[in-house]
């Protein structure tokens, strides 16, 4: 298994905080932020790991992270010129993959949740994360049938769908890179991740899970306070960097 953080982006929303650093760098309460997905990764045991960032911001994560032999994992870093959209991750890292099965994570999400079961007992096709939300519209929404079977993903969708959206965390195996090279920019110019995962759902091949404890998803200054509180009170003893 390997392991993907997706840390690039302008982070237009948290200006002027993020006008001379990543939000993925900016502290959330006692460590960078991009620790608390790296732990969600070390801790299920994935030793190879590719960080990719937005070209400005490159020496300032190879500064933070180096080589990763601090971690014990090691670190690979690639480039993203522009936030192409999250399946863009899959072509970025197809020498990374190497054929191999691997989580993707978002630098900007944090989770209470452990997750170091669903990555070790992966054996193949996809299973990503849903969680009830307030306001689906903001993200990836999955609809459930009667026995909490995923029929349906749209990505922000205009009418209502359900109220649970798809947070930044995903398995897949190897298969994700030729699928995400089949995928169309939307019209937002972006290769959206929920095609992929309709890729999987319609050869019966997803499974979604729910989480359970509180997942953040650190893009405004009202979550990013919201993540502060978590990770001062709940997540410090579950931190292994």
Same mark, same amino acid.
Request: aromatic share 10%; glycine share 6%.
């Given at each position: 298994m390997r392991g993907i953080i997706l840390s690039g982006g302008s982070a237009t929303r948290l200006r002027p905080c993020t006008?001379?650093?990543?939000?993925?760098?900016?502290?959330?309460?006692?460590r960078p932020m991009i620790y608390y997905p790296l732990n969600t990764l070390i801790k299920a045991g994935i030793k190879e790991i590719l960080v990719i960032v937005a070209p400005e911001?490159?020496?300032?994560?190879?500064?933070?992270?180096?080589?990763g032999r601090e971690f014990g994992v090691k670190f690979t870093y690639e480039i993203q010129d522009k936030p192409r959209g999250?399946?863009?991750?899959?072509?970025?890292?197809? !020498?990374?993959?190497?054929?191999?099965?691997v989580t993707m994570i978002l630098g900007d999400n944090i989770f209470e949740d452990d997750f170091s079961e669903d990555i070790k007992n992966f054996r193949g096709g996809a299973k990503v994360f849903a969680k009830k939300v307030p306001d689906p519209e903001r993200f990836g929404v999955v609809k459930f049938d009667e026995n909490m079977r995923a029929v349906r993903i749209e990505e922000k969708p205009k009418e209502w769908l359900s109220d649970f959206a798809l947070t930044g965390l995903y398995i897949y195996d190897s298969r994700v890179v030729e699928a995400a090279k089949e995928v169309k920019p939307s019209a937002r110019g972006e290769i959206e991740?929920?095609?992929?995962? !309709?890729?999987y759902l319609s050869k019966g091949e997803l499974e979604v899970a729910q989480v359970k404890g509180e997942w953040i998803d650190a893009g405004t200054f009202d979550s990013l306070l919201a993540a502060q509180v978590l990770a001062k009170e709940k997540l410090q003893e579950k931190l292994i960097i």
């Open positions: 006008k001379i650093t990543s939000k993925q760098l900016l502290p959330v309460y006692n911001r490159a020496g300032d994560y190879l500064n933070l992270l180096g080589s999250l399946a863009d991750a899959f072509i970025i890292g197809e !020498n990374f993959i190497d054929n191999e099965s991740i929920t095609e992929l995962h !309709n890729w």
